[in-house]
């Protein structure tokens, strides 16, 4: 059964009727509760996704392995990440695959993936949350391509460290043109740091960004930042 | 020796333990300071932005009596529009320890909005002891000041309020006894029947007409018959029909019918015999089986001036259970007036869109059509035919349109049918049939047009109902 449906999905494309795939949803159930199962399945899925499949069905892959995906599918979807086609699948599975090997395979793609591809393994590294991101994101602030320095500040925004805020502050000043990408990622990071409790790190960036320099709206989220920072600390 | 160095450690852990805490209180409060300074500076800010989210603060946090008095001691330092949203703000808050600073800048400020803010607060926040002031307020001062007294009374708390309102509304000296009135009504002050009844009967109609509408909506059956002597006074017109439904509305609140019709008899016998015959048309608004034998008494009774009283009473009624009582005084009358009087009465309880079928409701009024005497009588009736939505209405009234004296009023009636779509398109054919008819002999416009539009399947807007 499972067999015919893999068989199927190799002539799967879009309006094909979903039934034929039921199987794969039955053993990506199954997966949860049976390691066989799921080691089975998720060879399979890689071995389909090494094969001539249609963007449809290469997207029914790459959702199906973000939800049983392990260390073992990395190599495979890291393969596909400079693809124009492949690349947003592949980074949707890679995003949730919680193996440390995914992280490293997006970071990896940062020196060779380019243009849209690399914007968005950016964007994935962010939504990963990865700490061991900063640093290689944090080169990627002084980017020739404003495109490429504005989505690692909102990356490292998104990861929402101290070290990820060090790096926004220090990229501040010299930031090109439009700073304003900056300072929204600043502070993302400052909520994101008082979210876990650290006060300390978010209020002083909200204080950074409340001087009588920085733009009205700005001012007016730094004192909201700062207000519920001493709220928490009161 | 091994003891004493115990005692020693623990000597010690204790100095520790309370230098630790006391640094630590020190530090809470050194956060505290620094968060309500923050928020005081930003209350006083004239950016609204900036404002509201200090504001928000003193909302939901830093609590306590002493912040919310340094808070609210900020309303001196503030302008017109700070000051009323910092009083809201305090309001919000909940906290009466603000109460002093709201009043002072009541009594201080020349801005009748600052004004009309605080006396807002003082719904919230206010006490007893501040409810002279609210009723002074009701009257005195601006609009808005009067408004906010009136929301503010409405509003305060305190199981005393109602007896306190009610003690103002029965002194000789109240001045805003009408809007006292619609307070108590508003706050469901039941127990003040007594203050309520008191204000039925004042000579100023303001006040009369608010206590009626106030036991209309919160009187009780034991008050019906001392309600009457606010009918009585009531004068004719829009007032006494006003205090009639008054009545009508607490005689509701009797759920069996026939002890509704017993009550309101039992009432009217405590109203001296002079003035009982003023009540009748109070008997109409009320209706039920119980009283229909009452009234069609004295509508066929020998005092001619007293059957007039009664056959109005009867045309008032609130449905068409009257309606055999009144043919039978169509037929019988031997005074025109008096038929005729019985006569409009019975299209209008028979037209009553009162719960029957529209089929029962055209038997009726084709009853009244065979009592028709003249072309008067007939145009009422061809007129109110539009209150039964059926097809057979459309038959009932379709010759007329031939009769030149009727065919406008048959024209209007057949259109009003055809507005509703459950009638018009199951009889597409007749119903086109019958417009086409109206179309070629109406001289009236707007019927022409309704009439083309029903034949298209189109609605008609009546005029006015957008500004609705």
Request: glycine share 8%; aromatic share 4%.
């Amino acid at each position: 059964m499972l067999a015919d449906a893999f068989e199927a999905l190799k002539k799967f494309d879009w309006g094909t009727d979903l039934g034929v795939l039921t199987p794969i949803e039955e053993a990506v159930i199954a997966a949860h509760t049976d390691a066989g199962v799921s080691q089975d399945l998720e060879n399979r899925l890689n071995a389909a996704l090494k094969g001539d499949l249609s963007r449809d069905a290469h997207g029914y892959v790459c959702r199906k392995l973000a939800i049983i995906g392990t260390a073992a599918s990395v190599p495979t979807l890291a393969g596909q990440l400079g693809g124009k086609e492949q690349s947003h699948m592949a980074r949707y599975a890679l995003e949730r695959i919680d193996a440390p090997e995914a992280g490293a395979a997006l970071r990896d793609a940062l020196t060779t993936a380019s243009g849209s591809q690399k914007i968005g393994v950016i964007g994935s590294l962010g939504s990963r949350r990865d700490p061991a991101a900063v640093a290689p994101l944090s080169k990627l602030l002084h980017a020739d391509d404003p495109a490429i320095a504005r989505s690692a500040a909102l990356a490292l925004g998104a990861i929402g460290t101290a070290e990820s805020a060090a790096a926004l502050q220090a990229a501040l000043p010299s930031a090109n043109g439009d700073r304003q990408y900056v300072i929204d990622a600043l502070l993302s990071c400052a909520e994101a740091l008082l979210a876990s409790d650290k006060q300390g790190e978010a209020t002083a960036i909200y204080k950074s960004l409340s001087g009588e320099q920085q733009p009205r709206l700005v001012r007016l989220a730094a004192t909201r930042g700062l207000l519920a920072c001493a709220r928490k600390q009161a | 020796m091994a003891l004493r160095v115990s005692r020693l450690g623990f000597g010690s852990a204790c100095l520790f333990a309370l230098a630790f805490l006391s640094a630590a209180t020190l530090k809470a409060d050194a956060q505290t300071d620094e968060f309500v300074q923050m928020i005081v500076k930003l209350i006083g800010d004239r950016d609204k932005e900036f404002r509201a989210a200090g504001l928000e603060q003193v909302r939901t946090a830093a609590r306590g009596p002493a912040l919310t008095q340094l808070f609210a001691a900020q309303l001196t330092k503030l302008d017109a529009d700070g000051q009323i949203a910092l009083l809201s703000a305090l309001a919000d808050r909940g906290d009466h320890a603000a109460r002093a600073a709201v009043l002072d800048l009541l009594g201080s400020s020349h801005d009748e909005n600052v004004r009309a803010g605080a006396i807002r607060v003082l719904g919230r926040l206010g006490e007893s002891q501040d409810l002279p002031l609210l009723i002074k307020s009701l009257s005195a001062g601006s609009q808005v000041e009067q408004a906010a007294a009136r929301r503010s009374l409405i509003e305060i708390p305190g199981e005393t309020v109602n007896q306190a309102l009610a003690a103002d509304l029965l002194s000789e000296s109240s001045s805003a006894k009408g809007a006292l009135l619609d307070v108590l009504a508003t706050r469901r002050a039941s127990g003040q029947a007594p203050a309520f009844l008191a204000a039925i009967v004042d000579d100023n109609a303001r006040v009369r007409r608010s206590a009626m509408a106030a036991l209309g909506q919160i009187g009780r059956p034991e008050q019906i018959a001392p309600m009457l002597a606010g009918v009585l006074k009531a004068r004719k017109g829009y007032e006494r029909d006003a205090a009639e439904k008054n009545v009508a509305l607490v005689c509701e609140r009797i759920e069996n019918p026939d002890q509704r019709g017993a009550a309101l008899i039992e009432a009217l016998n405590t109203v001296d015999a002079a003035h009982r015959d003023e009540l009748l048309s109070l008997l109409g608004r009320v209706g039920g089986k119980k009283l229909i034998d009452f009234v069609a008494a004295i509508a066929t009774g020998p005092d001619g001036a007293r059957r007039q009283l009664g056959i109005d009473a009867l045309s008032k009624w609130p449905d068409a259970s009257v309606a055999d009582t009144l043919l039978e005084i169509i037929t019988k009358a031997s005074d025109p007036a008096e038929r005729g009087q019985a006569f409009r009465g019975y299209v209008k309880v028979s037209a009553n869109r009162d719960g029957r079928s529209d089929k029962e409701r055209l038997d009726r009024l084709k009853q009244a059509m065979k009592a028709a005497k003249t072309p008067e009588e007939t145009t009422l009736v061809i007129n109110r035919v539009r209150t039964a939505y059926d097809i057979d209405s459309v038959r009932f009234v379709l010759p007329y349109v031939d009769q030149p004296q009727f065919a406008q009023i048959a024209c209007e009636t057949i259109v009003e049918i055809a507005h509703h779509r459950e009638v018009r398109d199951p009889n597409k054919a007749e119903m086109d049939k019958a417009l086409d008819k109206v179309i070629a002999t109406s001289k009236d416009a707007v019927v022409v047009e309704r009439a083309n539009r029903y034949k298209r399947g189109e609605t008609w807007q009546r005029p006015g109902r957008e500004a609705r």
